[in-house]
């Protein structure tokens, strides 16, 4: 068990520690190659990776994954833990919270198996500061709770029993762990008992020279930001820059900028908020600490929008919007989800054979006439599983037959659905990402009323409540539009046949529009068109359904964008795509005008464009019921569609439906 502990705490020390040159890589290349055993091989390469890991990413997976096989080669389950515990920490600095849990599980296992309840500690320290990262605070406290109560338990006693060096140095740690969980959760006395202990123990054993002289400062500094104290706060925050500076890492240097930058912009010093802010992404062009980034990102658009600096403000919430989505995508979350789930039931699945471990034990002697019994009664239910399984196979197939041709048209309509998803999720992303980021602004500027207004600065408290209501309006108009391509949605995807209801055709017009275009720039960013929209406003509200004019209008966008982009890629150097929308009020009927420059349709097949199945498309990206079930709609609103083309120049769909 000592051995695996002593590996975890070189793990923990090297992953904050190592910053070498490119002759010291170069070197250490070298001693990999040149070693006689694999043991020697496999330390050497750990040293390599953690050279890498802030630095080239790429590398250091790839020198972890040998690792990985090298262990397993050997069998060695030191080895492997170590590897594994590589692996979580290049997983979580490149923000893939997922892969970080996964490896940190991987890990969890093998301690579990032998008992080594110091590295089970250690690591489900680590995987509290994991999900306390992505905000799933509830598994975060769970971990450290049990690393807490593994710690009094387990730990703590042999530390007064031993008074070694070894595990003095881990008790250290776990104090500072402690300390550090308690300030992010805002338990300030408590992180700072916790952070003296450290101290104290770290003086008495090391001198102050362990791993604690990195961490405490940051928490320190942290604590006292909180406590309102800024010029403790900056001293300990100081301290931490000097250490990282001495020690050359870069990833403490950026973590006690980013709260300098924290503490100026709460005193009000703006300029200097801005410079240490401004270090931090300077930083971070160097190594990859993301989180910090975001940090000093958000910090800097709220200084911005104190002076007012709209342009500012702008590039930095831009700024801040591509990070996140770069760090925090829905795949990513869904992964770590699975993972989380899959470890549930893990747990679960030891408790249930433990349980039918037991059960066994008291069945055994009732075995033999047991067997008898479940033979025949296996033998009975396969027979009449098999009965049954051939009726459903029969009823199934008679469905499948009976409702073929329905299923094919809905298929059709839903087809578009599938294809929108891309564009939808792009085109809801955006205004959520304003609300999100309007919604921390207004947290930050109401804190900042409550100042003013204890205070009594009246004119700042009405700027900041004048700041706050723009937001705010902001906030509306941006969910109002994820609301309208939601209802969108919704509509193109309702089966049936509906009923008519009073509705704005412009409005179901243009958000089919967007839809298509930003379905089009999924599948080829580089795809662009000019669109020449005309609404006649006097069209006003009428009765249609509005599902079928969803169905309608993407049908007929998707068609024209195809037809643009095809004689786009045969024309790249000369030709400029364009399509032209308007609608307009003749008599008592509407008029929607659709019309491309695209490829035009040629003579020989202008008769056949409405006919089922006929598609002018290659095989697999049409089935050639889109314009069919569009004229089917428009019949059934009793109206017309008709269609003007020149091949190579031009197509024009004009449909005609009576404004009842």
């Given at each position: 068990?000592?051995?695996?502990?002593?590996?975890?705490?070189?793990?923990?020390?090297?992953?904050?520690?190592?910053?070498?040159?490119?002759?010291?890589?170069?070197?250490?290349?070298?001693?990999?190659?040149?070693?006689?055993?694999?043991?020697?091989?496999?330390?050497?390469?750990?040293?390599?990776?953690?050279?890498?890991?802030?630095?080239?990413?790429?590398?250091?997976?790839?020198?972890?994954?040998?690792?990985?096989?090298?262990?397993?080669?050997?069998?060695?389950?030191?080895?492997?833990?170590?590897?594994?515990?590589?692996?979580?920490?290049?997983?979580?600095?490149?923000?893939?919270?997922?892969?970080?849990?996964?490896?940190?599980?991987?890990?969890?296992?093998?301690?579990?198996?032998?008992?080594?309840?110091?590295?089970?500690?250690e690591l489900h320290f680590s995987l509290g500061d994991i999900y306390r990262e992505v905000g799933d605070?509830?598994?975060?406290?769970?971990?450290?709770?049990?690393?807490?109560?593994?710690?009094?338990?387990?730990?703590?006693?042999?530390?007064?029993?031993?008074k070694n060096d070894t595990v003095a140095g881990h008790y250290v740690y776990d104090l500072v762990l402690?300390?550090?969980?308690?300030?992010?959760?805002?338990?300030?006395?408590?992180?700072?008992?916790?952070?003296?202990?450290?101290?104290?123990?770290?003086?008495?054993?090391?001198?102050?020279?362990?791993?604690?002289?990195?961490?405490?400062?940051?928490?320190?500094?942290?604590?006292?930001?909180?406590?309102?104290?800024?010029?403790?706060?900056?001293?300990?925050?100081?301290?931490?820059?000097?250490?990282?500076?001495?020690?050359?890492?870069?990833?403490?240097?950026?973590?006690?900028?980013?709260?300098?930058?924290?503490?100026?912009?709460?005193?009000?010093?703006?300029?200097?908020?801005?410079?240490?802010?401004?270090?931090?992404?300077?930083?971070?062009?160097?190594?990859?600490?993301?989180?910090?980034?975001?940090?000093?990102?958000?910090?800097?658009?709220?200084?911005?929008?104190?002076?007012?600096?709209?342009?500012?403000?702008?590039?930095?919430?831009?700024?801040?919007?591509?990070?996140?989505?770069?760090?925090?995508?829905?795949?990513?979350?869904?992964?770590?989800?699975?993972?989380?789930?899959?470890?549930?039931?893990?747990?679960?699945?030891?408790?249930?054979?433990?349980?039918?471990?037991?059960?066994?034990?008291?069945?055994?002697?009732?075995?033999?006439?047991?067997?008898?019994?479940?033979?025949?009664?296996?033998?009975?239910?396969?027979?009449?599983?098999?009965?049954?399984?051939?009726?459903?196979?029969?009823?199934?197939?008679?469905?499948?037959?009976?409702?073929?041709?329905?299923?094919?048209?809905?298929?059709?309509?839903?087809?578009?659905?599938?294809?929108?998803?891309?564009?939808?999720?792009?085109?809801?992303?955006?205004?959520?990402?304003?609300?999100?980021?309007?919604?921390?602004?207004?947290?930050?500027?109401?804190?900042?009323?409550?100042?003013?207004?204890?205070?009594?600065?009246?004119?700042?408290?009405?700027?900041?409540?004048?700041?706050?209501?723009?937001?705010?309006?902001?906030?509306?108009?941006?969910?109002?539009?994820?609301?309208?391509?939601?209802?969108?949605?919704?509509?193109?995807?309702?089966?049936?046949?509906?009923?008519?209801?009073?509705?704005?055709?412009?409005?179901?017009?243009?958000?089919?529009?967007?839809?298509?275009?930003?379905?089009?720039?999924?599948?080829?960013?580089?795809?662009?068109?000019?669109?020449?929209?005309?609404?006649?406003?006097?069209?006003?509200?009428?009765?249609?359904?509005?599902?079928?004019?969803?169905?309608?209008?993407?049908?007929?966008?998707?068609?024209?964008?195809?037809?643009?982009?095809?004689?786009?890629?045969?024309?790249?150097?000369?030709?400029v795509p364009e399509i032209f929308i308007s609608t307009r009020k003749v008599d008592h009927s509407v008029?929607?005008?659709?019309?491309?420059?695209?490829?035009?349709?040629?003579?020989?097949?202008?008769?056949?464009?409405?006919?089922?199945?006929?598609?002018?498309?290659?095989?697999?990206?049409?089935?050639?019921?889109?314009?069919?079930?569009?004229?089917?709609?428009?019949?059934?609103?009793?109206?017309?569609?008709?269609?003007?083309?020149?091949?190579?120049?031009?197509?024009?769909?004009?449909?005609?439906?009576?404004?009842?």
């Open positions: 068990m000592k051995k695996i502990f002593i590996a975890f705490l070189l793990l923990l020390y090297l992953r904050v520690t190592y910053s070498q040159t490119t002759e010291q890589y170069d070197s250490l290349k070298i001693l990999i190659n040149s070693a006689k055993d694999d043991s020697t091989r496999f330390y050497k390469t750990v040293d390599l990776v953690w050279d890498y890991i802030y630095s080239n990413m790429d590398s250091a997976a790839l020198y972890i994954r040998r690792n990985i096989l090298l262990a397993k080669k050997i069998n060695s389950e030191v080895m492997l833990g170590l590897a594994y515990g590589q692996y979580w920490t290049l997983e979580q600095l490149n923000g893939n919270y997922s892969g970080a849990i996964q490896y940190n599980l991987q890990s969890l296992r093998l301690a579990e198996r032998k008992n080594d309840f110091i590295s089970i500690c605070f509830e598994r975060s406290i769970s971990n450290l709770r049990t690393a807490k109560l593994l710690l009094a338990s387990k730990l703590k006693p042999v530390f007064e029993q031993e402690i300390a550090q969980t308690f300030e992010k959760f805002n338990h300030l006395d408590s992180a700072l008992s916790y952070a003296k202990r450290a101290h104290d123990l770290d003086l008495k054993k090391y001198n102050g020279i362990s791993l604690a002289k990195r961490m405490l400062p940051l928490i320190m500094g942290n604590v006292y930001l909180k406590k309102g104290d800024y010029p403790i706060a900056l001293s300990y925050y100081r301290t931490g820059v000097t250490i990282a500076s001495e020690d050359v890492v870069i990833k403490d240097a950026m973590d006690n900028y980013s709260g300098m930058a924290a503490t100026f912009k709460s005193m009000g010093q703006l300029d200097s908020s801005i410079f240490y802010a401004n270090k931090v992404l300077g930083l971070s062009e160097s190594i990859y600490n993301v989180t910090v980034k975001l940090d000093a990102l958000g910090l800097l658009a709220a200084v911005y929008k104190l002076r007012h600096n709209t342009d500012s403000v702008a590039k930095y919430l831009d700024l801040t919007i591509e990070t996140k989505d770069s760090l925090f995508n829905t795949r990513k979350v869904i992964e770590m989800q699975n993972i989380a789930f899959n470890e549930t039931l893990r747990q679960q699945e030891i408790k249930e054979k433990q349980e039918q471990y037991k059960s066994r034990l008291r069945t055994y002697g009732l075995a033999g006439g047991l067997i008898v019994v479940v033979l025949i009664a296996g033998i009975l239910y396969r027979n009449n599983r098999q009965k049954q399984k051939a009726k459903v196979k029969i009823e199934e197939a008679y469905k499948k037959l009976k409702n073929t041709q329905a299923q094919l048209i809905q298929s059709e309509k839903m087809a578009s659905l599938g294809e929108l998803t891309a564009g939808v999720a792009h085109e809801i992303q955006n205004p959520l990402n304003f609300v999100n980021n309007f919604s921390e602004v207004n947290m930050e500027l109401l804190t900042e009323a409550q100042a003013e207004l204890d205070r009594g600065d009246l004119p700042e408290l009405k700027s900041i409540l004048n700041m706050i209501t723009e937001n705010q309006g902001k906030i509306s108009n941006h969910g109002k539009r994820a609301a309208g391509i939601v209802k969108g949605m919704l509509l193109h995807s309702r089966a049936g046949a509906g009923e008519k209801t009073l509705a704005d055709l412009n409005t179901i017009v243009d958000e089919c529009l967007k839809l298509s275009y930003h379905n089009m720039r999924t599948k080829d960013k580089s795809f662009g068109v000019k669109i020449d929209a005309d609404f006649d406003q006097s069209i006003g509200k009428f009765e249609f359904i509005p599902q079928d004019m969803v169905r309608l209008f993407v049908n007929l966008f998707n068609n024209a964008f195809y037809a643009v982009a095809e004689k786009r890629r045969q024309l790249p150097n000369e030709y008029l929607v005008i659709i019309k491309d420059n695209g490829m035009g349709i040629p003579d020989k097949i202008r008769d056949k464009i409405f006919q089922p199945f006929f598609t002018t498309k290659p095989t697999g990206q049409g089935t050639g019921l889109g314009l069919s079930l569009s004229y089917d709609i428009v019949k059934a609103h009793g109206g017309d569609i008709r269609m003007k083309t020149e091949e190579s120049r031009y197509t024009e769909f004009t449909i005609i439906l009576p404004q009842t």
